[in-house]
């Protein structure tokens, strides 16, 4: 007597890979894999110092027109002084040069392995060269999936350009969100009384997308803000010993 099929249960070894061939490809978000993190193909080789430091040279030798990036629009009042989209800024200060901000965003290779809550799947498609670099091929194209909750994420494609010297702009060209751009502004404060240089990292983070649906995310802008900032700042604070420990070696 013949036994009938098995039906498909959630302990079955190939779920997660039929769960990936059967999703929608119209939905944004993707199913990812439970793959652990010290399984990533390792990114060291490609990450060379030498192709970073041409890239952040390569930037500092761009004009900055003299403008400086202040603060958020809506932080600023005509009814009082002021010292110191949907879209969102957060702003934080450490002990580093603009240079070691800009050389942060100029390696893309470490991002999955820094911040392997918001990011899998990240590779960099090209990078430019150390010399002899067209301004138009002077960015680095990556693959990343953004994790939006366990289990799920949304694949795009990413360049990241300097504009000025102390500006590296991000920009979702392919996927969903497509024409986002995230601006992360490096901005000199002098040094502070131990004689070391203080610098303001302020990004801006907007979001758009020509979904339908995206005209929710626009009415509940004032709730996303805070979430937006905080993941920023959860970011910048895994990197802070990026910067700083390369500003130590520079100054050493």
């Not at 965003?105 to 960099?124: A, E, I, N, Q, T």
């Amino acid at each position: 007597m013949s036994r009938p099929d098995t039906p498909d249960t959630p302990d079955t070894p190939d779920t997660p890979g039929r769960i990936a061939r059967r999703w929608p490809r119209h939905w944004p978000l993707r199913p990812l894999p439970q793959a652990e993190w010290p399984g990533q193909p390792p990114t060291y080789a490609a990450a060379r110092p030498a192709l970073i430091e041409a890239a952040v040279k390569r930037a500092q030798a761009r004009p900055a027109g003299n403008w400086f990036v202040l603060a958020a629009s809506r932080q600023i009042h005509g009814d009082r002084p002021f010292g110191t989209s949907v879209a969102s800024v957060a702003t934080l200060v450490g002990v580093w040069e603009p240079a070691d901000i800009v050389a942060n965003r100029l390696d893309p290779w470490h991002g999955s392995w820094f911040h392997p809550y918001s990011f899998s799947r990240l590779s960099v498609l090209s990078a430019p060269g150390e010399v002899d670099v067209a301004e138009e091929e002077d960015r680095f194209l990556v693959s990343v999936t953004f994790r939006v909750a366990p289990g799920l994420g949304v694949p795009v494609r990413a360049e990241f350009s300097c504009p000025g010297p102390r500006t590296v702009v991000m920009r979702i060209t392919e996927g969903e969100g497509a024409g986002s751009v995230v601006e992360t502004h490096a901005i000199p404060r002098g040094r502070g009384v131990d004689g070391r240089p203080r610098t303001a990292v302020i990004e801006a983070v907007i979001a758009e997308s020509g979904r339908p649906g995206f005209a929710f995310a626009r009415a509940v802008a004032p709730v996303l803000r805070p979430v937006m900032r905080r993941a920023v700042a959860r970011l910048w604070r895994d990197d802070l010993a990026y910067a700083e420990r390369r500003y130590q070696l520079r100054s050493m």
